[in-house]
């Protein structure tokens, strides 16, 4: 007889950890089955974002950029330093360090919350019965009055450029070197082709980014996309737009790649090659074909606004579900669908989900671009302030990029927020909080912020919207 739970979570990443803990939180008898093996060869939790995605990324980007920033000196701080050595296989043993830590940190909040951790593959069977395929060859069937899918993504590949060794890789595969290419080919000037190119173009590679699209970052607003771009370019970053790589192969380890743009065919030679062109849902074997298990376009599951799909106590969220790839999007449909499963009241507001690109200087953004206004014809009005006139950005010597608000035209409702600098990734959740109580540009200019500190920007971006900014120049209204 199978055993039975109240919720069974399929994945452990930070969809369905979160959701597991919360489920567990709530008094519900759960089980989380998760086939990641991490690489020390014992099963892992945490899923792509804590093993092979996040959070080693992060952690390479802090390394690199004390690299960079120490081996550039500190002259005009009065700070001399001698020759400064690198040490890449201790720079990723303290990456691996990092991801241990993390991923025993949820065994223990797994045990602390009384939840079942099985390790294996885990497929939807009807009637919500959950079939555990484990890593040893055998197999065992769970029995749920509820089951959550939240088995994340997975690379997209390209059929022009195969995955080869070490010469070709994923993003997973560019966490892992333990030599610095002198030569890096990257395809997809995204957000993983941006901070993988960051971290090794840090550490002396010469970093080409191939981008298939003729815009950069057609995500971001394009005000910030566009000074991203020159600052990139000026660190070194070789960023080519509208270039759609056609071939690739490698002969004596170099990488031989064909690509074309508006101007025409052209070759390009390179040690490394990282294919960043995005992320696909991991749905495959998810589900037994006799569940008819309803997908939407892209293979992603299909589900209604409360993360449920079109069987009865089964619920998907995170990855394989609409809505951006982004792992505090996932948790937090984790924990709304924990929280609907014991009969209560929980709802994510999508409008309000900020991105971050942790390059350097940061981009960070929530809510609506000024051209997805301007295309919906929404009246707003805008504020920017430069962080060359912010006394703390000065101090710092980070004073490249800037915040901008953008703000109902009748009622001065925040619409977005956009911020291109140092530590926009933290900045931007203030403006996170003041979208989610429904502020105006108005309340956050008659909010007090410390001085000198980069928040500071925030409020004067918003000072800007009613042209009264105090320590630039104001422009006129248009």
Not at 342 to 370: L, M, N
Request: charged share 20%; with cysteine.
């Amino acid at each position: 007889m199978a055993k039975k739970y109240d919720v069974i979570v399929i994945g452990a990443g930070p969809a369905g950890y979160v959701a597991a803990i919360r489920c567990a939180q709530l008094g519900l008898r759960t089980a989380c089955v998760d086939e990641w093996i991490g690489k020390h060869g014992a099963p892992a939790p945490g899923g792509t974002c804590l093993n092979a995605g996040c959070i080693p990324s992060k952690a390479l980007l802090e390394s690199s950029e004390l690299y960079d920033r120490i081996r550039q000196g500190g002259n005009a701080h009065g700070i001399v330093a001698g020759d400064v050595g690198l040490d890449v296989v201790a720079m990723m043993d303290h990456k691996d360090k990092i991801v241990r830590e993390l991923t025993g940190g949820i065994e223990t909040l797994f045990k602390a919350n009384g939840i079942d951790w099985i390790t294996g593959h885990g497929q939807l069977l009807a009637d919500r019965q959950v079939q555990v395929s484990t890593h040893d060859g055998g197999e065992q069937t769970l029995s749920s009055d509820n089951v959550i899918l939240a088995t994340g993504s997975a690379p997209v590949a390209i059929d022009a450029a195969p995955l080869e060794g070490e010469q070709i890789v994923d993003s997973t595969g560019a966490l892992n070197w333990t030599e610095v290419p002198e030569r890096l080919g990257i395809i997809g000037a995204g957000v993983i082709g941006l901070e993988l190119g960051s971290v090794w173009r840090r550490l002396g590679s010469e970093v080409t980014l191939l981008e298939a699209q003729d815009v950069f970052l057609s995500m971001a607003d394009q005000q910030l996309a566009r000074a991203a771009l020159k600052l990139f370019g000026g660190q070194g970053l070789d960023i080519r737009l509208d270039a759609c790589v056609k071939s690739t192969r490698v002969k004596h380890e170099v990488v031989e790649l064909v690509y074309e743009d508006p101007q025409g065919t052209h070759a390009l030679n390179v040690d490394r090659l990282i294919v960043a062109v995005g992320r696909r849902p991991y749905t495959e074997g998810i589900a037994a074909p006799e569940t008819d298990l309803l997908y939407d376009e892209g293979c992603f599951i299909h589900v209604d606004e409360n993360c449920c799909t079109n069987l009865p106590g089964v619920y998907a969220i995170g990855d394989v579900v609409r809505g951006p790839m982004l792992a505090h999007k996932g948790s937090e449909e984790g924990v709304a669908v924990a929280e609907r499963i014991a009969g209560q009241s929980a709802t994510v507001d999508f409008d309000t989900i900020p991105s971050v690109i942790y390059t350097h200087p940061e981009i960070a953004w929530v809510g609506k671009t000024e051209e997805a206004l301007k295309k919906s014809g929404v009246a707003y009005r805008s504020g920017v302030f430069p962080l060359t006139a912010s006394g703390r950005a000065r101090a710092m010597q980070q004073t490249e990029g800037m915040v901008k608000v953008l703000s109902e035209a009748d009622t001065d409702t925040v619409l977005g927020v956009h911020i291109l600098g140092a530590h926009a990734s933290e900045l931007v959740g203030q403006a996170v909080i003041a979208m989610e109580f429904e502020g105006s540009s108005e309340d956050i200019a008659r909010t007090v912020f410390a001085h000198p500190t980069l928040s500071e920007a925030l409020h004067e971006a918003a000072l800007c919207v009613d042209r009264r900014a105090i320590h630039i120049v104001n422009k006129k209204s248009s």
